[in-house]
């Protein structure tokens, strides 16, 4: 019986934070990610922050500008920097705490060490609220790198897959 009440209460805390976890059209959203690799012999080690803002056009789309900037330190070398900056279309699957999103982006990188030119590619990422307002979220992008339209046909396949994990807020 004491493990059975137990097991109601938690599961009644739960339906509070999934009846308020959907975000509506017009709610606007930041986030905060990062990530970071190293060789073995921490030689090379690349540091990543990246922000967003978006807004819901409804319950489940939502469109927004993303933010990266890269620090790259090699030995021998001095830190170099980079970014990007794309506009994102995502679409959020569900109404629950936890709602996985697919979407596609588009902008530019430019910077130290990297040639200035267009990136674009899929997302797909999952965000589980914590709080009324607040979530974590994880994602993962495939970018490729191209100049003009007919190269972006031709340079598809030779993208690179980017990873991240973050807060966010809505507001």
Do not use: C
Request: without cysteine.
């Amino acid at each position: 019986m004491n493990r059975l009440f137990k097991s109601s209460l938690l599961v009644a805390a739960m339906f509070p934070v999934a009846a308020l976890a959907v975000p509506v059209a017009g709610d606007q959203e930041v986030t905060l990610s990062g990530a970071g690799s190293s060789d073995k012999d921490f030689d090379d080690t690349i540091l990543s922050v990246q922000g967003s803002w978006g807004r819901y056009l409804d319950d489940s789309s939502m469109w927004g500008v993303r933010q990266t900037i890269n620090a790259r330190d090699t030995e021998g070398e001095s830190v170099k920097f980079d970014g990007s900056t794309r506009v994102f279309y995502d679409y959020h699957f569900g109404t629950g705490p936890a709602r996985p999103f697919i979407g596609v982006s588009g902008g530019g990188v430019y910077g130290e060490g990297v040639d200035d030119t267009f990136m674009a590619g899929p997302e797909v990422g999952i965000k589980y609220w914590v709080q009324e307002k607040t979530f974590i979220t994880a994602m993962a992008e495939y970018q490729f790198l191209f100049k003009s339209g007919s190269d972006a046909r031709d340079r598809y396949d030779d993208g690179a897959f980017f990873y991240s994990v973050g807060i966010g807020y809505n507001f």
